[in-house]
């Protein structure tokens, strides 16, 4: 029988925004490795925990209790020094001295890009696990964290309607999006609003004013505009302003900026649900031998995609874009 020591080592961290679900995930692969004969080693703060040597071996109990938990326990962090040549090399070295064979790690399109500077440079096992609220993963239909903050927004959402219903008001409402609208898209549609501004397509202020016009001139008693902050670029009062304060076309809004809320939270069921078959796949595939690839789910059937594959554009529901201006009349 093969020793505890012997046992292949393998690394797991959480790396970049927090996302709801990651928690789970970072369950399955504990318990899904150790079930497998593997030495699960969680690393804290992600690839800057690393550099600290924050590494910490698992058992069944430390993963306890904690499906149902938000954020995630082993803590994330963004790391500029991984973004050097020198970087790379430094936590290769820390990694030899642990002695790890592999690494799980569990983020976005940053943290993958990690991911594929180390491989470079390593020649342990490499596996992504796509955990961002964004879900603009190339490769995955979905990504864990992305139904469960899409949940908190329309909850967020219906309260807002409520008020700019009562009041005959127009809403502008920031949502997380720095370079893809996928947050603003699903809720937009979601809560029934008038305008989701995302940064995959032109914004036209001018047009846009217009149909705020029209629809109130058809009796809309509520507007709701959604914009993504790839949209406003970090300053969505300047941007509001320029909106209604066209030629011609002035309105009346308030802002609400709903910021990190969304990010927060119990996962759903459908994110635990992705989160631990996700979590455990990637374990199934450093079993087989898998290294360079992210785990994903596509048509609800798990898959395996290159690396470097998630670095292409996601590309938008175009249909449901389409039919948003319509469905507001």
């Known amino acids: 029988m093969q020793s505890n020591e012997q046992r292949k080592r393998i ?3 959480c790396s970049g925004g927090d996302a709801p679900g990651m928690n789970a995930c970072l369950r399955a692969v504990v318990r899904r490795g150790i079930a497998k004969k593997l030495n699960i080693i969680a690393i804290h703060r992600g690839f800057q925990g690393i550099f600290d040597e924050a590494f910490e071996k698992m058992t069944p109990r430390s993963v306890g209790n904690i499906l149902q938990l938000g954020g995630t326990i082993i803590k994330t962090a963004r790391c500029k020094k991984f973004y050097s040549i020198e970087g ?3 936590a290769v070295t820390i990694l030899k001295k642990h002695r790890l064979d592999g690494l799980i790690a569990i983020g976005g399109d940053g943290t993958f890009r990690g991911l594929l500077e180390l491989k470079k440079l390593w020649d342990g096992q490499v596996i992504g696990i796509p955990g961002t609220i964004d879900n603009d993963i190339f490769g995955t239909d979905y990504t864990i964290g992305y139904d469960t903050a899409i949940d908190t927004v329309i909850q967020m959402l219906d309260r807002i309607r409520d008020t700019a219903e009562s ?3 127009a809403f502008v409402v920031e949502v997380m999006g720095r370079h893809t609208g996928f947050i603003a ?3 937009g549609i979601g809560c029934g609003a008038e305008e989701v501004l995302i940064p995959e397509h032109t914004i036209d202020l001018e047009t846009v004013a217009r149909r705020v016009k029209v629809a109130q001139k058809r009796g809309k008693k509520s507007i709701i505009i959604i914009v993504a902050e790839g949209v406003s670029k970090g300053n969505i009062f300047d941007f509001c302003n320029r909106l209604t304060t066209q030629k011609g076309l002035e309105f009346q809004t308030h802002i609400s900026i709903l910021g990190h809320v969304q990010r927060g939270g119990s996962p759903s069921a459908l994110d635990r649900w992705l989160a631990t078959r996700l979590g455990a796949f990637a374990v199934d595939c450093v079993l ?5 690839i992210m785990v994903g789910e ?3 059937q798990l898959v395996k995609i290159p690396l470097e594959d998630t670095q292409k554009k996601k590309p938008i529901d175009s249909y449901a874009y389409e039919i948003i201006h319509d469905l507001a009349i």
């Open 11 to 13: 690394g797991v961290f």
């Open 88 to 90: 790379v090399l430094e």
């Open 288 to 292: 087989k031998g898998d290294t360079g």
């Open 167 to 169: 009041h005959e008001r």
């Open 298 to 300: 596509q048509n609800l």
């Open 185 to 187: 898209l699903k809720v």
